[in-house]
């Protein structure tokens, strides 16, 4: 059961939208802690954590889809 637990967990951390590991460094916390704040916000306010952490899975997305950090002026 431990097992199967830490397979979902990998699975989410691999593919999932980084948002949390993102907030934990820009904070200087442990990703596991932010982690830990969505759910039980998700929990305490019906939903809201979770659609607080979809919010800034998009704005993350797209700073990154905005900002790409172009090596030289002739990779336009």
């Keep these: 059961m431990l097992k199967f637990i830490y397979n979902i967990r990998h699975f989410f951390e691999k593919y999932g939208f980084a948002v949390s590991s993102r907030v934990a460094d820009k904070l200087g916390m442990r990703a596991k802690n932010v982690r830990i704040f969505f759910i039980y916000s998700s929990f305490a306010t019906l939903g809201f954590g ?27």
């Design 50 to 76: 979770f659609i607080l952490y979809l919010t800034l899975a998009f704005w993350i997305k797209l700073k990154d889809l905005v900002y790409t950090k172009r090596t030289s002026v002739f990779d336009l």
